[in-house]
């Protein structure tokens, strides 16, 4: 069973910045995050798989940027946030290597971080 810590959420002002991590108990191939926002169903994000390639969320590109240290650790590097951007983001973790948008892809789930970002 893989664990999954997530650390760096917290208040932001738009436009600002923040660096959400992930550590991982073991290694794995595809690592993501999702958000959830009150009331919303959970949403992708951005993923990363063992090499280069990252996937993102229409909503983020540009903005959002994920990387990977090695293969238990993922960064999502978040810029010129918007209130939009509020949310639990939760970091997922696959050994497929579709990185996929999909959540029903990712079996293992951290417990979340909140995202609040000020107008």
């Known amino acids: 069973q893989v664990q999954l810590v997530e650390s760096g959420g917290g208040l932001a002002q738009a436009g600002g910045s923040l660096r959400l991590s992930c550590a991982a108990s073991?290694?794995?191939?595809?690592m993501g995050w999702f958000r959830q926002a009150p009331g919303r169903e959970r949403e992708f994000v951005a993923a990363?798989?063992?090499?280069?390639?990252a996937r993102y969320a229409d909503s983020v590109k540009g903005r959002f940027t994920i990387s990977r240290e090695n293969a238990k650790t993922v960064y999502l590097q978040m810029n010129s946030l918007k209130p939009d951007d509020t949310a639990v983001y939760y970091c997922?973790?696959?050994?497929?290597?579709?990185?996929?948008?999909?959540?029903?892809?990712?079996?293992?789930w951290g417990q979340g971080t909140q995202v609040t970002v000020s107008s």
């Open positions: 073991l290694s794995t191939f595809t």
């Open positions: 990363r798989g063992g090499g280069s390639s």
């Open positions: 997922a973790a696959s050994y497929k290597a579709t990185m996929s948008s999909d959540p029903d892809e990712y079996r293992f």
